[in-house]
């Protein structure tokens, strides 16, 4: 779910899920979303009802004179990624584990909002294929003003990757037109090849704490780590190691150790399991103590079988693809080229990082990191640039191998 702050994402995951994915005592606070949310569903599909009306999330048909029982058509796990201009970072995140992407445009506002724009290009950017945009709040405009935003809607999306995604209009507020949703992520987002058979690779997104004050120790759980299997599988009493890990400062230098630990217990869906794949958010608890992962301290790490991770980087080079405007900014500025010295903002799998350009060649760059990442020769880099007083998308790079 990605789209301009106070669009409708949330309360959308809310209207399919029944689960409200803002429970970060700050999020309740501003009713904005500042960390990514998740919630699963399972799309369920009436034997007897026509198309789109067969489609619900409940286990049994609501359509008026039918009560049939219906079976399952896919499960999905929806990520509610922050719309807000200063969380873009944990939107770039968040778009690392996605398969496909609902972009909410708010049918009482002009469009293209600045987040809208820079939504857009980011998913264009990571390589996002597949995308449904949903036009919601139509229950608060006329119908002719429904009718401008969608020609405003269809103008925005013209040119690009986009230009022929379906475009659906909806009421989460009201749960209006749900059904039809449904219908057209089935048919617009489809489940990719999974690559069950290679090495296990997770990139995380969230790390928790998830015991109460003051629990005995004898009660304590080990750390719980969220994100999306990126391949292979990975079973419940399986040892897995963590990279970068943890941060070790040794003689006032900084330094990251690889963590080791166990699995404990797996969780996707809602439900406990014994092995996970890809596709859908999982949860993995393990033998960790709660102190490591609290307060997201291992979101953008990555977890795999031991000796067996991508490369750590402190500094990376990168062939870099920059856009021609800054996107997310309400002027039309001009992206200025790289310099020296610079830093940057980059966001690459789950991870966000600072680089500072140490060197620059042609359209090769050597940046140096403040934190470092786990990623394999060849992963996008998201580039953005300080402008003002906010990051600002510029564009992307390739990260090359080592010679």
Known sequence: MVGHVDHGKTTLVEAITGRWAD???????RGITIRLGYADAEFRKCPKCPKPTCYTTKDI????????????ARKVSFVDAPGHESLMAT?????AIMDGALLLIAANEACPQPQTREHLVALQIVGIKNIVVVQNKVDLVSEEQALENYRQIKEFVKGTHYESAPIVPISAQRKVNIDVLIDVIIETIHVPQRERDAVPMMLVARSFDVNRPGALPKDLQGGVLGGAVKQGVFRNGQEIEIRPGRKVEKSGKASWLPITTKIVGLRTGGASVAEVSPGGSVGISTTLDPGIVKADALAGTVVGIPGKLPPVWNEFRVEIHLLERVVGARDELVVEPLKVGETLMLN???????GIVAELKKNMVLLRLKLPVCAEAGSRVTLSRLLGSRWRLIGYGIIKAEN
């Open 348 to 354: 690459v799998n789950s991870s966000a990082t600072v």
């Open 61 to 72: 048909c609501g359509n008026s004179g039918c009560g049939e029982k219906t079976v399952l």
């Open 91 to 95: 939107m770039l995140s968040g778009a």
């Open 23 to 29: 429970t970060h005592s700050e999020e309740i606070k």
